[in-house]
């Protein structure tokens, strides 16, 4: 904007002190013309740039957005078919006669994965006999998951359990992908040792113990 004031004004000052020509109009027009172009053109590739990142982005938010609709909809028919295969719990409170208690899972709506929240109450104070169940459960659950032809490739259990007596619920986490299931349930037959190497696990320390 200075070279562009000073090529425009530097010869109309000129002319107001009498040494202005018809050809120095020109010639000043001329540059400042040139000048315009050259900035136009220097811009154009930012213009285009700024409209491509723009779309860019807006494609990516549709993309998101149909991804989500597409986990939606798979998770929907990872609840039906689980239900029909006889996991009843996920419709209401179940007998758990393991654990001389009740069970009940809840398939969340995240949309990046498959999480279950798995409420069990029981009276059996033997914390060794619980966690045992807790890795049965897990073990056949997940070994359940992998076994469906579903686009979700990461399934969480995570446990509440209100054990009768005992003030707060004890939480037991475990997390897995389909490539470490794949391995592991075609290696591992025992549900302790199946939990013991799933790498993404957290477990209350009343559990640890065991």
């Known amino acids: 904007m200075i070279i562009l004031t000073i090529i425009i004004y530097y010869p109309i000052s000129l ?6 020509s ?11 013309f040139i000048f315009i172009v050259i900035a136009i053109i220097r811009l154009l590739p930012q213009f285009f740039y700024f409209s491509e990142q723009e779309y860019m982005h807006k494609e990516n938010h549709e993309l998101s957005k149909e991804f989500e609709t597409d986990i939606s909809k798979e998770l929907i028919i990872l609840k039906e078919t689980l239900i029909k295969n006889g996991r009843d719990e996920l ?5 758990f006669d393991a654990l001389n208690g009740e069970i009940l899972v809840k398939l969340t709506d995240k949309k990046e994965e498959a999480f279950f929240v798995i409420n069990i109450w029981t009276k059996s104070s033997d914390i060794e006999m619980i966690v045992r169940e807790l890795e049965r ?3 056949e659950f997940f070994n359940d998951l992998n076994g469906l032809h579903i686009d979700i490739n990461s399934f969480v259990l995570s446990y509440f359990v209100q054990i009768e007596g005992v003030e707060s619920p004890a939480n037991y986490f475990v997390r897995s992908k389909r490539t470490e299931l794949n391995e592991l349930l075609r290696n591992v037959s025992n549900p302790k040792e199946f939990i013991e190497q ?9 559990f640890r113990s065991v």
Do not use: C, H, M, W
């Open 137 to 139: 459960y897990s073990y």
């Open 15 to 20: 002319g107001k002190l009498g040494g202005f």
């Open 91 to 95: 419709l209401t409170r179940q007998q």
């Open 198 to 206: 799933l790498k993404n696990k957290v477990i209350d320390e009343l």
């Open 22 to 32: 018809p050809i120095q109009g020109f010639a000043s027009t001329l540059i400042a």
